[in-house]
């Protein structure tokens, strides 16, 4: 087994997380940017010029102008004697392998697992605590994700931004037919009946009502753990995953979402170049960054968004929640200024100007923040855009090291589907017969 270098956690009091995480009992809330938290804050860095090595994990900051349009600006303007550095051209494994540490890390709570299987945990119940940060100001789904990681009621990380689900939909093809467009809180059965009105073949051009992805777009949706809660063997078999297979059954059997070549799934491409695919589920952070190629001449089409589908046992869910986040490895030599630069983040002044920007959607449930999502982008004038927030996001079973590889034996069961005729029981069966000797192979090698 090839071992990872661990480093050991910083000598940090742990608090019980239940009582932090749900915010302030006194019913008056205590910002971050308020004279009290700032005079804290002040007291914790004290102002001394510092460089700070910030290490992006699969958060999207991939470039320095990312980095300084949603972390350096916000950080600057209230604390202009620290300067951060985004490390590129190496990973994790390969700095713990040198030694080497960064002093922040931003990741998604899809890959925070991976972080912390690392030895990169810290618990920040402390600097919640002394900072007064109000955790009953975030999303709250975040909040009980974050607290899922904590097994003693550790903070490994405090988030602060947040994707959400939506559908959109080509209100051209919907036109053109004269079918109904989708509404918000529709479920999926809902949806699938639209499609099957709009997959059409019309002068040459073969429209295709739905795209729905690869199948973990419905079953983390649907909140459905790959493991059992000992985490020893695959439960892709559930009545769960036939449930979700069906739906995508359904989906195929329409004629004309096939083609000749059994291709069967297109891509936003296809939805927004093609203008092709009617309707597809997509995160709203992806779609505003693609949304400026619309601005080219001959480009623009009538489209809007809708609330993402829900199952029709769990009206009122969406999709998975789904947010970015920032740690402090231990062993930085820059604890504070840290600190300092996660509490800048998460102020309302720069939640409200990372929100207006559309580059990320703010973490913070306030919705005269969160409403003006894009505002200053000007991208979603005249759409449906606060139709989305219909829905809450849906929780997420517990995270394993499991899940993405398995996610890849679901998705090769719906191409057995499709490409060979099989049924949904036997495409879960080898699904999860895959898992099984892949979670054995890994307890193996771990040993």
């Known amino acids: 087994m090839r071992k990872r270098k661990a480093f050991s956690l910083l000598a940090i009091t742990a608090v019980a997380g239940g009582v932090l995480l749900t915010g302030c009992s006194t019913g008056k809330e205590v910002k971050p940017n308020s004279v009290t938290a700032n005079q804290a804050v002040e007291e914790l860095y004290n102002n001394e010029p510092v460089t700070l090595r910030f290490y992006s994990h699969n958060a999207g900051i991939l470039s320095d102008a ?3 349009e949603l972390i350096s600006k916000p950080v600057r303007a209230k604390y202009p004697n620290i300067t951060l550095e985004l490390i590129k051209g190496t990973n994790l494994d390969k700095m713990l392998a040198a030694g080497e540490v960064p002093d922040i890390i931003a990741t998604s709570n ?14 920040l119940n402390d600097f919640v605590k002394s900072q007064r940060i109000d955790m009953g100001r975030f999303e709250p789904e975040a ?25 959109a939909y080509n209100k051209d093809i919907f036109d053109k037919y004269g079918v109904p467009y989708p509404k918000d809180g529709m479920t999926w059965n809902q949806i699938l009946e639209l499609a099957r009105k709009v997959t059409r073949a019309d002068q040459g051009n073969q429209y295709i009502g739905l795209d729905m992805g690869d199948p973990q777009t419905l079953t983390r949706a649907y909140s459905l753990p790959v493991v059992d809660d000992k985490q020893e063997k695959a439960v892709l078999t559930s009545d769960g995953y036939k449930k979700v ?20 799934t297109y891509g936003i491409d296809a939805f927004l170049k093609e203008q092709k695919v009617a309707m597809f ?22 489209w809007d968004v809708v609330s993402f589908p829900s199952m029709d046992d769990r009206p009122g869910l969406g999709r998975e929640i789904d947010f970015h986040l920032a740690m402090v490895p231990p062993n930085t030599p820059h604890p504070k200024a840290a600190y300092a630069v996660i509490q800048s983040l998460i102020s309302d002044a720069a939640q409200t100007a990372m929100n207006r920007s559309g580059s990320r959607l703010s973490i913070l449930k306030d919705p005269a923040i969160r409403n003006q999502f894009a505002a200053d982008a000007k991208l979603y004038d005249g759409k449906n855009l606060l139709g989305i927030f219909a829905v809450k996001p849906a929780p997420l079973p517990e995270a394993t090291a ?13 191409k057995s589907m499709v490409n060979d005729g099989k049924d949904i029981n036997t495409a879960l069966r080898e699904a999860n017969d895959k898992a099984d000797k892949y979670i054995q192979e890994m307890k193996a090698a771990a040993k």
């Open 110 to 123: 899809y890959y925070l697992h991976d972080v912390l299987q690392m030895g990169l945990g810290t618990d």
């Open 143 to 167: 909040v009980n994700v974050m607290k899922s990681f904590g097994k003693k009621g550790e903070l490994y990380g405090v988030p602060y931004a947040m994707n959400y689900g939506v559908l």
């Open 402 to 414: 499991y899940d993405v590889k398995s996610y890849s034996f679901l998705k090769e069961g719906i």
């Open 245 to 264: 297979f069906g739906l995508y059954q359904q989906l195929y059997e329409i004629p004309g979402i096939v083609d000749s070549k059994k291709k069967y």
């Open 281 to 302: 589920p997509y995160w709203i952070s992806a779609l505003t960054a693609r949304l400026p190629q619309l601005k080219e001449p001959g480009k623009d089409f009538n």
């Open 66 to 68: 990312d980095l300084e």
